[in-house]
């Protein structure tokens, strides 16, 4: 690292928030330490700092809450951490126009306190809401299980603020709900893992609070049951805000926070499913839902407690104490039991323990695996993976590999083949980012 | 425009001809008239060939033929477009996705369909109602209007206010890119690895690249549905009502407003039961469940008659909802009758800020000596004001185009944007500086350089014509233009 750009970033923002030394060791991802990690308080100070490191040719990793810092391929370059939590300020909200414009260090929870307190509500629920960013969560396209009925960051922001690779400060959309002026760069930086430009602010359509909402679960025999019953639920009339299918080790990492933790039970896949609404609308609908799933063998419906919803956006990932690789797929609905199945089946052959959950009405879909044995030789755990990612290929979809050890990510690429795609991608890049300052190496198509 | 010569033209149309077939080629004048602007008869072009391809390969290789020749061309649905976006700028080629018409596939068990880009968007409802689906967006042309197009334009519509617009309902699309290459930009899951192609390409406004497949997700029909007409003495009380109903915590399905001059139009033309006297009317739609429909219902009336309605009723069965719906959706038809022409607008506001908003744009009009009806999707805040206005009156149209830069000045004041659903295209490029710096103009540009660095797919859209409004290349860091342009215009 140039002393002279320490001194600088110091001068910018601060000695107090430029951390170097020791003070790095929660930055470290993948065993690369940072040569800094740097804490602007305003947008200008963002800038800055993005100058500074480009005009030193040093890479920029936009930090947030650090809750997906793992995710994507090793940096090819230490580079200086950008940690944006004292970027967490309310800007505005309107709640007669149902939009929020705020700072993008705030986490998910602060966010979702400030808007609960005028009976509204940001209707994108990813896992871990008391560390993750906003701007965290928007650079990684990180949804939960409300995603079933309310979508995801593509469909609730409408204005961005970021800063680009030179240093400019660029906003796109706008804070209006409705809006086809210029192009849909909003789109762009969702789900962009820092490698286009750092977002510092966001503006997002909000909902108000349901009068009533439950989860509740139904357990199944065996997993295809539980999809026969999926399958009805999608065709009827009902209205779910989440549709979660658990395998019976997902299910019991749900449970155990559960009074009675009678999930853990099941023997074949557990249905776990939400809805929101007027009181008599969610009551209705309980009813409807066990109606639905009884002739394909659904019983026992309990409703859970409202802390479960979390536990679900996690269920995967807490279902050990610690996973050695976490998997998660998109396919299309239809086949999202069959992945799991069949995935199950072929890690089980190799003697590995597997977790799985889907967001099963959109065909989102989870897996965790584990090994017994300390493994010396990462060979078998990526073949299973490679495994897995074939079968949700076969069928259309593709596979990320969320968190591995870095020996089995050097043999299994992180990302899916974008295809053509991804010439794309890199001339997008190329013009954003043609120092490749921003996250260089981490994401796809060698972005 | 046209500089082909008459050799080089025939020497082109039979090498179109042995692409798209002999019937698939139009170069007389005469023929090219019927493409020399689209539903804003403000802007004509006449185009050198309208060529109609059949296949992707078709259209890959007429753009590559494009290419080779540096002609500029452009893709072209039903031409309901309503900014000039379609087209042919420069002369060239203008390429009609209508003989693309097919519905490939529909997967209802996925709850998504397959369909060519000249696909008419109701012909996609009507092949899927029988099972009980639907698609969701229905802009007000959308007995005409194709899904190319509606891609092109990110269309909106009446419901858009709870489902969302068309990019909420595409997942993926195969496209003919600038070069000629096709590429499937997102696919049939809810994401595809990488940057959110298909994201950046619905609202692209044509300049991307040509959509010859597309994806869409189609919705199961509501259980139930409840049309409410609320009718106000005063347009502050119908503006307020909007709000009303938001804050009370309910998101219908959609919240249309109508002024008194529509109102009356509409009941010369359709009589459908909106009354004449009134100065707006309401149109609020809830869909859903059975279950809990008439307490929304009797809320929404509520906050209505606490807004200050003089009048407010439920439509009784389908027939009077269908008629209610016919009045705002045929409104823009109903203008004829009152006027010799009228130009519509399309401009984004806050949706508190509408009462303000709607006297600014009343005054505005009457300044400049004309009339205007205000029909529109209020619950988000989607105005549509109808300058009404007589052609052979000299200098009537430049008044009405003044009018309406004033207009989306007002919008892009309180916030708001200069285009809801109808696109930037021609008619609003050099507007985009109202709402847009020169740092976020010069990144649209270079996204628009990654898809489309010769600039030869539907050149001159989008961005302001005059040179001095956009910096293409990178924007060099100062301090204080950051201050001065980020801070100062943040919103």
């Not at chain 1, 909902?207 to 357990?219: D, F, G, T, W």
Request: hydrophobic share 45%; with cysteine; charged share 20%.
């Amino acid at each position: 690292m140039q002393d002279a750009l320490l001194e600088r970033l110091r001068a910018v923002i601060g000695p107090a928030n430029v951390l170097t030394g020791v003070e790095l060791s929660p930055y470290v991802v993948d065993g690369r330490t940072p040569e800094a990690a740097v804490f602007p308080g305003a947008l200008e100070e963002v800038a800055a700092v993005i100058a500074l490191c480009g005009q030193a040719e040093v890479p920029v990793v936009p930090w947030g809450g650090g809750t997906a810092a793992s995710v994507g391929m090793p940096a090819a370059r230490a580079g200086v951490v950008l940690g944006l939590r004292r970027l967490a300020r309310l800007v505005e909200h309107e709640p007669g126009d149902l939009t929020v414009t705020v700072e993008s260090g705030v986490t998910i929870a602060e966010l979702q306190a400030a808007l609960g307190n005028r009976g509204q509500w940001l209707s994108l629920d990813p896992a871990d809401a008391e560390r993750a960013t906003l701007g965290g969560v928007l650079a990684a396209n990180a949804a939960g299980p409300r995603r079933h009925l309310y979508g995801t960051a593509r469909d609730l922001l409408i204005g961005v603020t970021v800063v680009t690779a030179d240093a400019a400060v660029v906003k796109g959309g706008g804070k209006v709900v409705k809006n086809v002026a210029g192009y849909d760069l909003p789109k762009l930086f969702i789900g962009s893992y820092g490698t286009l430009g750092v977002i510092v602010e966001a503006t997002l359509k909000l909902r108000p609070v349901p009068e009533a909402e439950r989860l509740v679960a139904l357990r199944f025999a065996r997993l295809k049951d539980a999809a026969a019953a999926v399958r009805a639920l999608l065709a009827s009339d009902l209205i779910p805000n989440a549709v979660e299918l658990l395998d019976p080790t997902a299910a019991a990492a749900l449970g155990a926070g559960e009074a009675g933790g009678a999930l853990g039970l099941a023997a074949g896949a557990v249905l776990v499913v939400g809805f929101d609404g007027l009181p008599e609308q969610v009551e209705w609908q309980c009813a409807e839902l066990a109606r639905l799933a009884a002739p394909h063998g659904g019983r026992d419906a309990t409703p859970l407690s409202s802390a479960a919803w979390p536990r679900l956006a996690a269920a995967v990932r807490d279902a050990f104490p610690v996973a050695t690789a976490v998997m998660s797929f998109d396919v299309v609905p239809a086949q999202v039991a069959e992945l799991m199945e069949q995935g199950a089946g072929v890690a089980r052959a190799r003697g590995f323990q597997t977790a799985w959950a889907a967001h099963a009405g959109v065909g989102v879909v989870s897996a965790a695996l584990v090994s017994d044995r300390e493994p010396r030789e990462p060979g078998p755990v990526c073949g299973v993976l490679s495994e897995w990612r074939e079968m949700a290929r076969a069928g259309g979809g593709h596979a990320t590999l969320e968190r591995a050890p870095l020996a089995v990510k050097s043999q299994v690429p992180v990302w899916d083949d974008p295809g053509a795609a991804g010439r794309v991608m890199q001339r997008i890049k190329a013009q954003l980012d043609p120092k490749r300052i921003l996250n260089p190496g981490r994401f796809v198509a060698g972005i | 425009m046209a500089t082909l010569t008459s050799g080089r033209k025939t020497a082109l149309r039979r090498e179109l001809e042995a692409i798209v077939g002999p019937g698939g080629v139009l170069s007389d004048p005469d023929e090219l008239l019927v493409y020399e602007s689209d539903g804003l008869t403000l802007f004509r072009a006449l185009a050198d060939f309208v060529v109609f391809p059949t296949s992707a390969e078709h259209v890959a290789a007429v753009v590559r033929l494009a290419g080779r020749e540096g002609l500029p061309f452009v893709a072209r649905g039903a031409g309901t477009g309503l900014s000039g976006g379609c087209l042919p700028a420069e002369g060239g080629l203008v390429i009609s996705m209508m003989r693309m018409n097919r519905i490939l596939e529909i997967d209802y068990e996925n709850q998504l369909a397959v369909v060519e880009p000249g696909l008419v968007n109701l012909h996609l409802s009507w092949a899927v109602v029988p099972k009980g689906y639907y698609y969701a967006p229905d802009p007000s042309s959308q007995q005409a209007c194709t899904l190319g197009g509606n891609i092109a334009n990110n269309s909106g519509g009446p419901h858009t206010l709870k489902y969302g617009v068309t990019t909420n309902h595409v997942l993926g699309l195969e496209v003919v890119m600038p070069d000629g290459e096709i590429v499937w930009l997102g696919g049939r899951t809810r994401a595809t690895p990488g940057y959110d192609l298909a994201g950046v390409f619905v609202g692209s406004e044509g300049t991307f690249g040509i959509a010859t497949k597309i994806v869409v997700r189609i919705l199961k029909k509501p259980q139930a549905v409840k049309t409410v007409l609320a009718v106000f003495d005063q347009v502050d009380h119908a503006s307020a009502a909007v709000s009303a109903i938001i804050a009370r915590g309910l998101v219908p399905a959609a919240v249309e407003m109508m002024d008194q001059l529509t109102i009356q139009a509409v009941e010369d033309a359709f009589g459908c039961g909106y009354p004449r006297d009134a100065a707006a009317a309401l149109l609020v739609e809830l869909d859903g469940l059975r279950v809990g429909m008439d307490a929304q219902t009797e809320r929404i009336v509520q906050a209505c008659r606490d807004a200050g309605a003089r009048e407010v009723r439920t439509a009784r069965d389908e027939a009077e909802r269908a008629l209610l719906w016919k009045g705002r959706k045929s409104a823009f038809g109903a203008f004829g009758r009152v006027s010799p022409a009228y130009m519509v607008m399309d401009g984004v506001i806050p949706r508190t800020k509408l009462p303000y908003v709607l006297r600014r744009v009343n005054e505005i009009v009457a300044a400049h000596g004309l009339r205007v009806g205000n029909v529109f999707h209020a619950g988000d805040g989607n105005l549509h004001p109808n300058i009404l206005y007589d052609p052979r009156v000299p200098g009537a149209e430049a008044r009405v185009v003044e009018a309406g830069a004033e207009i989306m000045k007002v919008c892009a004041e309180v916030g708001g944007s200069i285009s809801g659903e109808h696109g930037i295209g021609l008619e609003k490029a050099d507007f985009m500086p109202f709402i847009f710096s020169a740092a976020d103009l010069a990144v649209m540009q270079r996204l628009k350089n990654a898809f489309n660095p010769t600039g030869l797919c539907n050149p001159g859209k989008v961005f302001p014509t005059k040179k001095s409004c956009v910096e293409v290349g990178p924007v060099a860091y100062t301090p204080h233009a950051i201050e001065a342009k980020g801070l100062a215009q943040r919103f």
